[in-house]
């Protein structure tokens, strides 16, 4: 199993309170991916990180921010909670080297509960 | 953005059965995966494919990349308690580079009965 874990696990805040989850892995894999996952709608990218420092918007970044100091962890932000941010997030790594390497692995998962 | 079409939704299968299921988008995909999800947990991956037409098998596990590269497709064969949770397909449409994410479908429910 690729090296990545997600922290917390679990968690349960209210509305308007900041919230940060944490991605960390240990296969120095250069890309980096937030996703949110809910019924009806598969996973769905929030942001993503091509490499320390650089990253990008996904499908639905609106409300997140992102950031990427070291090449082992990836945060994602939720500045201001809403319940429409109940969801569950997974974090995911990929590497290009080898050229046909394109795929994509993931953390365990952290749920969200925003009262 | 880029949708992808899974179907079906779930099935109710019993033991020993051979399962299908497909993805077709309007887009044309360079990578499709194809991953199951237990409870709980995050996808693993079961197959990547990389090339149109491409046929691959991981134990009783067989995906095809379409030839049009808008589709393909995962087969079960001889299907077992263990099989059990949603499969999900996933694509990735650009050529070069891994920073782009996945658009996934929406998941195949696979459930089995004894």
């Known amino acids: 199993d690729a090296g990545i874990t997600q922290s917390p696990r679990h968690k349960v805040t209210e509305t308007g309170t900041p919230v940060t989850l944490r991605c960390h892995q240990t296969?120095?894999?250069?890309?980096m991916y937030w996703y949110r996952q809910d019924p009806g709608h598969g996973l769905r990218l929030i942001h993503y990180?091509?490499?320390?420092?650089?990253?990008d918007k996904g499908e639905v970044s609106d409300g997140y921010s992102v950031s990427r100091s070291k090449t082992e962890d990836f945060l994602l932000t939720l500045e201001s909670a809403t319940s429409s941010q109940t969801s569950v997030y997974f974090c995911?790594?990929?590497?290009?080297?080898?050229?046909?390497?394109?795929?994509?692995?993931f953390g365990p998962g952290t749920r969200l509960l925003v009262l | 953005g880029q949708q992808l079409n899974q179907s079906p939704q779930s099935m109710f299968i019993q033991e020993g059965e051979d399962v299908s299921m497909n993805c077709t988008s309007s887009s044309i995909f360079n990578t499709w995966l194809w991953y199951k999800q237990d409870p709980g947990e995050g996808p693993v991956l079961l197959i990547a494919l990389y090339k149109a037409g491409e046929l691959t098998s991981n134990g009783r596990l067989t995906a095809q990349f379409g030839i049009t590269r808008k589709d393909s497709f995962l087969n079960i064969s001889a299907s077992i308690p263990s099989d059990v949770g949603i499969y999900f397909c996933?694509?990735?449409?650009?050529?070069?580079?891994?920073?782009?994410?996945?658009?996934f479908g929406k998941g195949t429910h696979l459930i089995i009965q004894p």
């Open positions: 996933a694509g990735r449409g650009r050529t070069g580079g891994g920073a782009d994410g996945l658009t």
């Open positions: 990180s091509y490499g320390v420092k650089d990253t």
């Open positions: 995911a790594i990929s590497d290009e080297r080898g050229g046909t390497t394109k795929t994509q692995y």
């Open positions: 296969e120095n894999h250069r890309y």
